[in-house]
C-alpha cells in the first residue's frame, strides 16, 4: 500500500509538472519568439540600415483655441485639455493623449515619445501658430524598443513581468522534468552543464570587468 501512495503522489506530480511546462509554454510562446528575434537585431543593431524618417508640420489654431490657451496654467506640466487635444490631432496628426505638457508664458510644448518613434508639438501661446516633428525610426526599431520596454506603457510593462514569470515557470518545470527523464537521456546533465558553463565562462574570461 505505501509503494501505491508513493507511485500515486508520483503520478500526480509528473502530471502537474507536464500541465504546467505546457502551459507555462504557451503563455510565453509568441513572447519568448520576438524577444529571441528582437535579442538578435539589437545585438546587430550597428549594422541594420535604418533612415528614419521625418516629418514636419506646421498648422495655425482657430481662435478659440487661442482663447483656451490663454485661460491655460501660466507654467507647470500638465496635459492639455481635451479640446485642444483633439484640435492639435486634427491640425498635425499627432494625438498628445495624456502626456503632461511643458506650460511656460509663451508657448505649450509636448513631447511624445513612443516605441520605435518620437514626435513633438510646440505651439505659440499669443498666437496659437503650432509646429509638429514626427520621427519614424521604422520596425526594426519598433520591436527593439519593444524588448526594452521602451516608452511603451503600463500595459507592455506588466506584460513583460507576466511573459517573464511564464519563461520561469517554463524554464524550471523543464528542469524538473530533464531531472525526472534524465535516466534514459545520458546526454542531458552534459548538454545543461555546458549550456550553464558557456555563459559563466564568458563572462569570466572574455569581459573586461
Not at 121 to 146: C, P
Not at 165 to 187: D, E, K, Y
Request: hydrophobic residues 45%.
Amino acid at each position: 500500500m505505501p509503494k501505491r501512495k508513493k507511485r500515486s503522489a508520483k503520478q500526480f506530480w509528473v502530471k502537474q509538472l507536464h500541465s504546467w511546462h505546457w502551459i507555462s509554454a504557451a503563455i510565453s510562446l509568441a513572447g519568448m519568439f520576438v524577444f529571441a528575434i528582437t535579442g538578435i537585431t539589437l545585438n546587430h543593431a550597428s549594422t541594420i540600415a535604418a533612415e528614419p524618417r521625418i516629418v514636419t508640420t506646421s498648422a495655425d489654431l482657430p481662435q478659440s483655441m487661442v482663447e483656451l490657451l490663454r485661460r491655460s496654467p501660466r507654467s507647470g506640466n500638465a496635459p492639455l485639455p481635451e479640446a485642444l487635444r483633439s484640435q492639435v490631432e486634427q491640425a498635425v496628426g499627432i494625438d498628445a493623449g495624456s502626456t503632461p505638457a511643458e506650460w511656460s508664458e509663451a508657448e505649450v510644448y509636448v513631447a511624445i515619445p513612443g516605441p520605435g518613434s518620437d514626435a513633438w508639438v510646440s505651439i505659440d501661446r499669443a498666437s496659437g501658430a503650432m509646429e509638429a516633428e514626427r520621427t519614424d525610426r521604422g520596425w526594426v526599431s519598433f520591436f527593439n524598443d519593444l524588448h526594452k520596454g521602451r516608452n511603451t506603457g503600463t500595459a507592455w510593462f506588466w506584460l513583460i513581468d507576466v511573459l517573464a514569470v511564464a519563461c520561469v515557470i517554463f524554464t524550471f518545470t523543464g528542469l524538473l522534468l530533464l531531472q525526472l527523464h534524465a535516466r534514459h537521456r545520458p546526454s542531458t546533465w552534459p548538454l545543461v552543464g555546458l549550456g550553464t558553463a558557456g555563459p559563466l565562462i564568458i563572462i569570466l574570461f572574455f569581459m573586461h570587468m
